[in-house]
């Protein structure tokens, strides 16, 4: 089962839903770094469940750096962090094994893995190893914080209610807001919404923007390793997660070439663009313009309505209610998670283009 991210840094996850935790193993991180358990821990304090409207499975997330680390800086050596799994409730899972629910993976699994899955809690293919990943993507967060490079993220669009924000709005109120919702004006309505769903016992979508700001020009390349394909490889692996887009996106196929094209000019000795609908990439390499991308989330697939299914036993249709704790909406706690998965795959690019040397002074 491969859970891999990155070429020149590197990330494997590892552990399961239910299982004693979560981890991952960080290599080509450069040596010299300052990195501290509370560096990680900030960032994943911002994803961690049994928040106001998530799930009430309550974990602490407490990371430990169990390597390569030494007197407060990177070694150079393999970065071992693990997370321990606290408050696990298995016992609704069981009958699983039988009534695949909706929209997950439990068919899907069985079938590829011989009914040897993990199946309590999704296991691996649960977003509870988002929680890993944020770690993973707290150090290239920091890593990119040195050389520069801001990422700003926040709930753009939840069900049919969107947003349009500056940056200040986001660095300012996105991460105060318990839907991640950078406009004040309208956060009530997200939250009205929210209330309403759960009411019905059903569950929202919604659509998460990113902005990365400082990248230099040159980063990326063409084909398969352009800025484009390997945020969205990183992204699209991220539970949930059904489409992606950058700059104009999908939007620009309504457009005229005379519209869409972003006209150059020079301000203060630099070459830039007046408008942005590449979203900083052109030929799969950055710009020097604002990394601009967004991410569609589907509804959380476990809700209290009754569904349903087949029961792969008696080979008959059944009635499913899903039990267990499950966010009403992913897309809350998936912001810190969609900024880590742009920062892996920054941190790697940016290595490769020779921007970041292989040992920080």
Not at 255 to 283: F, I, P, W
Request: with cysteine.
């Amino acid at each position: 089962m491969n859970q891999h991210y990155g070429k020149l840094f590197e990330v494997q996850l590892a552990g399961e839903s239910h299982g004693s935790g979560v981890g991952c193993i960080v290599q080509g991180c450069p040596a010299g770094m300052p990195l501290a358990e509370s560096d990680i821990q900030a960032e994943l304090d911002k994803r961690r469940p049994g928040q106001k409207l998530t799930t009430t499975r309550n974990e602490k997330d407490q990371v430990q750096i169990k390597s390569g680390v030494f007197q407060g800086k990177t070694t150079g050596a393999p970065i071992l962090l693990w997370i321990d799994n606290e408050d696990v409730q298995s016992a609704s899972y069981e009958k699983l094994k039988e009534t695949p629910r909706p929209g997950h993976a439990d068919m899907t699994a069985s079938a590829k893995y011989g009914g040897y899955n993990d199946y309590r809690g999704s296991g691996p293919f649960s977003a509870r190893l988002t929680a890993a990943l944020v770690a993973a993507g707290a150090i290239a967060r920091k890593l990119l914080a040195m050389q520069g490079v801001e990422i700003l993220g926040h709930v753009q669009q939840l069900h049919g209610i969107r947003t349009d924000v500056t940056d200040a709005q986001i660095r300012d109120y996105a991460y105060q807001s318990a839907v991640r919702c950078a406009d004040p004006k309208i956060e009530k309505k997200f939250q009205d919404e929210l209330q309403s769903a759960l009411k019905a016992g059903d569950s929202l979508g919604a659509v998460i923007e990113c902005r990365v700001n400082g990248l230099p020009v040159g980063v990326g390349e063409p084909r398969a390793q352009s800025v484009e394909s390997v945020i969205a490889a990183n992204v699209l692996a991220i539970p949930a997660a059904k489409g992606v887009e950058f700059g104009s996106g999908f939007a620009s196929a309504a457009l005229l070439g005379s519209q869409n094209n972003d006209a150059y000019e020079e301000k203060n000795g630099k070459v830039v663009t007046r408008t942005n609908h590449s979203g900083g990439v052109l030929g799969g390499i950055t710009n020097g313009m604002p990394l601009v991308f967004r991410v569609a989330f589907k509804p959380t697939s476990s809700i209290a309505k009754t569904q349903i299914t087949l029961n792969t036993k008696s080979h008959k249709q059944t009635e499913l209610n899903v039990a267990g704790r499950h966010d009403p909406c992913v897309a809350l706690r998936a912001v810190p998670i969609v900024e880590a998965a742009a920062a892996l795959a920054l941190a790697d690019l940016m290595l490769q283009a020779q921007k970041i040397p292989k040992v920080l002074k």
